[in-house]
């Protein structure tokens, strides 16, 4: 956008960029899981024995919370990648 010619700086935006897709994916879960829709990844799901309907239902058991949490943790891998 600003003109900035610097590869450091397009790896930090490409790594700041896919933090912010994941937590956007998060943070918009409630509102697809109303809708009867999940759009994590299935095979975190899976490894942590968590389904799309323990999502859709709402459930907030340990399994679902781990979910999260390894999605979220590969934000945060970005945002140290960045840094």
């Known amino acids: 956008i600003l003109g900035v010619r ?21 943070r918009a879960t409630p509102y697809h899981s109303t809708r009867q829709k999940v759009f994590l990844p ?7 024995g968590a389904s799309q309907e323990d999502f859709i239902r ?12 390894d999605i979220a943790s590969q934000a945060h891998i970005h945002l140290e990648h960045v840094r």
């Open 6 to 26: 610097d590869i450091h700086a397009d790896h930090a935006a490409s790594h700041i960029g896919k933090a912010q897709g994941i937590v956007t994916c998060l």
């Open 42 to 48: 299935m095979d975190i799901c899976m490894l942590h």
């Open 58 to 69: 709402g459930k907030q058991e340990q399994h679902v919370r781990d979910v999260i949490y």
